[in-house]
């Protein structure tokens, strides 16, 4: 029975009628797991990849991980109509969101209070997605969708719009406890202009004040004094009708900061003095909420990276490339925190926070789970896979993980203890 609600919500058929799942246990495949008895101070302890259906895992790893993931990355099938070589993405608009949201109720159990959880989807389904996500997660842990630029080409066969982006819808758990890593300026502004011998981005600024009250030499006395220019000429600050202007700077200033302050000429006014900005070399910024594939890669750059490091596999249809997962945790974790994707697909998010020193969990149902997921691992462990991320983060290989399969719950092998 629907229950009374005050509060506007998605309904559906069967959203009352939820799976009885019968509790399954996971049981390791130990000739699958690989360096898993690494016991190496600095070697991840726990790093699992289980195959099998995500809800039935999603519960089988509750009791000990409830509460303990700091970053969910799923990329769930957007439900487009259309069959890939390794999954069907064609169900039932109702009986997408059924499954959705029976998966996100346990996602959202096993995030930490500081956790968050990020979903791509596209127009298929994103608008009804983000209404059920907000009776899952609470409107107020919305904390906003990414639109990521995941075509660097028009489709010329598109009938109406050629969709050039995809959605990540991005909550928190508990927005209160929730902190995002800024991300680093690695572009300066076009206005740093200059380089010092040191080889340091700078622009000038003149140093006389210019707008304001403060300009003028009545406003400001102590700030009109003569600088010496180069040819030995003293200079006054001086305003654009020729009246008596100020410095910005007080004489003190100009003698402590005589390092930064740079002299020019122009025909008009003969010599000014002026002093460097210099840009901040470890600058970060918030993250924005578009992101461009030349930043992050696009569809082409993942199918690639794939292809790299399987290359007698099946090509896989829908991968993310490596740099949107990298953005995606650098800006949701630290190293050392527990990485959760339970539709890991060819295993993009796992490579990722394997070379970027985060410990993962990967759920996997197709039987590409054991010729794309598991291989990949494999290569990224053995220091195999020169591709994605792997130049950028200097990663040479190392850790291990453990397989695992799901099986009726009379046998319990738990995963591992931290
Ligand atoms: C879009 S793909 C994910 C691709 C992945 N992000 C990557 O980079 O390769 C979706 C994946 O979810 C898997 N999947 C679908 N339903 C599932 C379920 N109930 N349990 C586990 N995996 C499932 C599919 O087999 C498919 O591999």
């Not at 410990?359 to 789970?369: F, N």
Request: glycine share 8%; with cysteine; net charge neutral.
């Amino acid at each position: 029975m629907p229950p009374k609600h005050t509060r506007p919500q998605l309904v559906w058929s069967e959203k009352y009628t939820r799976p009885h799942t019968a509790p399954r246990t996971l049981v390791e495949q130990r000739a699958l797991s690989h360096q898993a008895t690494d016991d190496r101070p600095d070697a991840p302890r726990e790093n699992l990849l289980i195959q099998g259906d995500n809800l039935l895992a999603l519960e089988a790893l509750e009791p000990q991980y409830a509460a303990r993931i700091k970053c969910v990355f799923i990329d769930p099938p957007y439900n487009t109509g259309q069959t890939f070589e390794h999954y069907d993405d064609d169900v039932a608009h109702a009986r997408w969101l059924s499954m959705m949201r029976d998966r996100l109720v346990v996602l959202h159990r096993l995030l930490a209070e500081d956790g968050s959880i990020w979903i791509t989807i596209d127009d298929h389904e994103a608008h009804y997605l983000k209404v059920l996500a907000d009776e899952v997660f609470g409107r107020a842990n919305f904390i906003g969708t990414v639109v990521w630029e995941k075509a660097d080409s028009p489709r010329m066969d598109a009938q109406f719009l050629s969709s050039r982006h995809d959605f990540v819808l991005v909550y928190s758990k508990n927005r209160e406890h929730a902190s995002f890593n800024p991300l680093p300026v690695t572009e300066l502004p076009k206005h740093y202009n200059r380089r010092d011998d040191n080889g340091r981005a700078y622009y000038l600024k003149p140093l006389r004040a210019m707008g304001g009250q403060g300009e003028t030499r009545a406003a400001r006395p102590n700030l009109y004094f003569s600088m010496t220019a180069p040819d030995g000429t003293e200079v006054y600050p001086k305003r654009q009708d020729g009246t008596d202007g100020a410095w910005r700077w007080s004489r003190e200033k100009v003698a402590r900061e005589s390092a930064r302050i740079e002299w020019t000429r122009s025909r008009g006014r003969g010599w000014s003095p002026n002093y460097r900005i210099y840009a901040k070399t470890n600058q970060t910024r918030p993250p924005e909420s578009i992101w461009f594939h030349t930043d992050v890669g696009s569809n082409r750059t993942s199918k690639a990276e794939v292809k790299r490091v399987l290359p007698d596999a099946a090509p896989f249809g829908t991968p993310k490339p490596e740099a949107l997962l990298q953005r995606i945790l650098h800006i949701a974790t630290d190293p050392g925190d527990l990485v959760l994707d339970s539709f890991a697909g060819s295993g993009t998010t796992g490579a990722v926070a394997h070379k970027m020193g985060r410990r993962w969990i990967l759920v996997e149902l197709g039987a590409h789970c054991l010729t794309h997921t598991h291989p990949r691992m494999v290569r990224v462990v053995d220091g195999e896979d020169p591709g994605g991320i792997s130049a950028a983060v200097d990663w040479r290989g190392g850790g291990g993980f453990r397989f695992f399969h799901l099986a009726p719950s009379a046998s319990r092998s738990e995963p591992t203890g931290s």
